[in-house]
């Protein structure tokens, strides 16, 4: 990443870790040591933040957009296993205790992340008890997501998981307006171009989303939430008993 973007002030870092939904669970004491080794960097549409198996130099916390961690295959095909936004961070490999980076984290919703460096990363979690204790609690919401996508891919229709999976992007991304192309629907979905046409068609017949040149728009999402999955709230529901946010 950039090299030249400025470090974190505390005023512009209190705002910023204020929108990190995961470093809200921190005492603003610690969160403002953690912050004097973070720089604000931007996360771009399709970048690759770091490969499968790679080292990463930073690990990211979302403050807006989203992260997709995805698993590639030979054939060159790929799917989303779970999303990163500002409830969580990049790095599950290193939070576990490894040195790599489990699967490939790729930006899927363009936004801003703090990027705070590796061997910060490893210092802070080391020395900060509550930091320490809260990637621990995040490592189990986030296995639990894993694990939920996994199950719903088996269980639920494309049309269950493609209202949960726009639910969740909403939720990661602040906007009711994405820009999302079929290919990148299927792709995530593991499904057909063709399904997905089909599926986002009826979302749409049903006035749930609009969807038109490659952008969806949410219309109803009460009713999208009824079109839903329980997944989706089962996830939920995991993050916040995991990371209570504080006042």
Known sequence: MQEDI?????ENGRHIFESSRMLQALAPGDRSLIERSCREVPLRLGEILVEAQNAPRNIYFPTRGVVSTIA?????SSIEMATIGREGCTGIGVILGGNRELATQLVQAEGTA???????????????????ALLASYAQAFTYQVLISGACNGRHSLNERLARWLL?????????????TQELLAEM??????????AAGALQEAGLIAYR????????RDALKEAACECYDMVNIIYDQLLPQKN
């Open 114 to 132: 703090l990027a705070l460096p590796l061997a910060d990363f490893n210092r802070l979690a080391s020395s900060l008890v509550s930091f320490k």
């Open 168 to 180: 969740q992007m909403q939720d990661r991304a602040s906007s009711a307006r994405m820009s999302l």
């Open 189 to 198: 979905l593991g499904v057909r171009r063709q399904s997905v046409t089909l």
């Open 6 to 10: 400025p470090r974190l002030t505390v």
């Open 72 to 76: 590639r295959y030979r054939d060159g």
């Open 213 to 220: 040149r490659g952008t969806v728009e949410i219309l109803d």
